[in-house]
């Protein structure tokens, strides 16, 4: 069954992610089941917002847009620690990279779930 994911932004936008079941049942965004399509959302990031090399203060791994979980490091299917998913840009992105949308408060992890969750 589709899901849909609803992430806030902390520029107050949010995004809406649409979902796909994997081989192994996780819903995932569909970029990271669709290499086409994170080729192309990759593409618009470069294009919009400067995404690449730059200041190791501010690159991907540490934005709060970067988003770690296990839940998505599983659909990634990466274990090198090296990839999260862009929640601005719907896109699989190097944590060493940068781009102009940089949000402090990242990474999204699961412990930092959990730990949100205990607030509610």
Same mark, same amino acid.
């Given at each position: 069954?589709?899901?849909?994911?609803?992430s806030?932004?902390?520029?107050?936008?949010? !995004?809406?992610?649409?979902?796909?079941e994997?081989?192994?049942?996780n819903?995932?965004?569909?970029?990271t089941?669709?290499?086409e399509?994170?080729?192309?959302n990759?593409?618009?990031?470069?294009?919009?917002a400067?995404?690449?090399?730059g200041d190791?203060?501010?690159?991907?791994?540490?934005c709060?847009a970067?988003?770690?979980?296990d839940e998505?490091?599983?659909?990634m299917?990466?274990?090198s620690g090296d990839?999260g998913?862009c929640?601005?840009w719907?896109?699989?992105c190097?944590?060493?990279?940068?781009?102009?949308?940089?949000?402090?408060g990242? !990474?999204?992890?699961s412990?930092k779930?959990?730990?949100?969750?205990?607030?509610?």
């Amino acid at each position: 069954m589709p899901t849909i994911m609803i992430s806030i932004m902390p520029d107050g936008g949010i !995004p809406v992610d649409k979902m796909e079941e994997d081989d192994e049942g996780n819903n995932c965004p569909l970029p990271t089941q669709d290499e086409e399509l994170n080729d192309k959302n990759r593409q618009v990031c470069i294009d919009d917002a400067n995404y690449g090399e730059g200041d190791p203060k501010t690159n991907c791994g540490n934005c709060g847009a970067y988003n770690q979980t296990d839940e998505m490091m599983d659909c990634m299917d990466d274990d090198s620690g090296d990839i999260g998913y862009c929640q601005k840009w719907k896109f699989m992105c190097q944590s060493d990279n940068v781009c102009d949308s940089w949000v402090k408060g990242g !990474p999204i992890t699961s412990e930092k779930q959990s730990n949100y969750k205990e607030y509610l």
